[in-house]
């Protein structure tokens, strides 16, 4: 099949799931906000394009090698429950504390941090309340207290004037306070780190942090609206912020913030190494050294066919260019110049045969 229309076929599941889930979770959209549908329709575009992207990345060999050896090393039963321990440890090491931003420097680590956990508690809150999966109601003979529902199923009771009301209902402040914040230190490191400088670019770099900014100031100025200006301007600043949120919804597949939904498959791409160091190891063809895993020298080697390069080596001991160790590449790499350059000069050339078996090569008069 094609890969943009198996591509297609998945971005479209993906969206009727979606779709589906928003009709069942509201009841019969009985608890959807009409007001909310150009976020729900901006929702189910962005989740077209996130899943036909995503599918056509995994379609690609080298990450479909990495994805399904992944699986299957994590699933292995001898290996699964030492494998769930590490995905936790992972999970709170490199995702909750990101733990491998923080290595490249405490301001960039500072700024991810903000980032990521504004971003997390504001989907958190604001998709389930778009799509009508949660919603409150004042409980029965007492008008101080709500009721959360969930999927339609009551939950905990709580006093609108608790401490617990107060979070609830300004969790998207402390998230926009998150993400601003962020926002500011990214900034500044962007200004003044000439490394990152030289590097950036505008739709890579700046306007990621400028939509985030605008959606998390607009936020804020509903907040100030409703809470201290008796609603003052709140119609124009809801259709404001409704055009901020749409339009980075509708760019989210698109641009930088695709990495979001990458970076959970480096979790794969560690249990492939960790297991791969414990398992059997190749020696070099030509020194006799381990270098790496037999796992994967042999996926590289089946990657490398699927992508259509041709690293065999002709009538030559180690068969193919992946069994030769980095180093002795290198080496080939000087003997191969070395060839062609007394070549030219009218020399013997060099053997990459006697290279290959250790044999002294020959040698230019």
């Not at 979606?18 to 329709?41: N, P, Q």
């Not at 990450?63 to 992944?70: D, L």
Request: charged share 15%; aromatic share 14%.
């Amino acid at each position: 099949m094609n890969e943009r229309i198996c591509a297609t076929i998945w971005g479209g599941a993906a969206t009727a799931a979606l779709a589906l889930l928003i009709v069942l979770g509201s009841r019969r959209l009985d608890h959807f906000d009409a007001a909310l549908i150009g976020y729900t329709f901006a929702t189910l575009f962005a989740t077209f394009g996130i899943a036909y992207r995503y599918a056509m990345w995994l379609q690609r060999p080298p990450t479909w090698r990495y994805w399904v050896r992944g699986w299957q090393l994590f699933l292995q039963p001898r290996l699964l429950g030492r494998n769930l321990i590490q995905l936790a440890r992972r999970l709170g090491v490199m995702f909750a504390l990101n733990a491998f931003i923080w290595r490249r420097g405490t301001l960039r680590g500072a700024a991810h941090w903000c980032l990521m956990w504004g971003c997390v508690v504001a989907a958190a809150i604001t998709f389930p309340l778009v799509f009508g999966w949660v919603h409150f109601e004042t409980v029965p003979g007492d008008l101080n207290a709500y009721r959360a529902y969930l999927f339609g199923f009551p939950t905990m009771a709580f006093p609108i004037r608790s401490w617990i009301g107060f979070a609830v209902f300004h969790g998207l402040v402390w998230a926009s306070l998150l993400v601003i914040i962020g926002v500011m230190l990214a900034m500044k490191r962007r200004m003044t780190d000439h490394g990152a400088a030289a590097l950036q670019q505008f739709g890579e770099d700046y306007l990621p942090l400028i939509a985030l900014f605008a959606i998390s100031a607009t936020g804020l100025m509903l907040t100030a609206s409703y809470t201290w200006m008796r609603g003052y301007a709140y119609d124009f600043l809801a259709i404001l912020h409704a055009i901020t949120v749409i339009l980075t919804l509708l760019w989210l597949p698109f641009g930088k913030f695709f990495h979001i939904f990458q970076r959970p498959a480096q979790l794969g791409v560690s249990f492939y190494k960790d297991i791969g160091a414990r398992s059997e190891q190749v020696a070099c063809r030509r020194c006799g050294e381990a270098f790496a895993s037999r796992m994967h020298v042999e996926d590289l080697i089946e990657v490398e066919r699927a992508l259509g390069y041709a690293y065999e080596l002709a009538n030559q001991p180690a068969e193919h260019y992946q069994w030769i160790c980095p180093r002795c590449r290198r080496s080939l790499l000087a003997i191969a110049q070395a060839n062609l350059w007394t070549g030219l000069r009218g020399g013997e050339p060099l053997l990459l045969d006697a290279a290959l078996t250790d044999a002294p090569p020959a040698t230019a008069p």
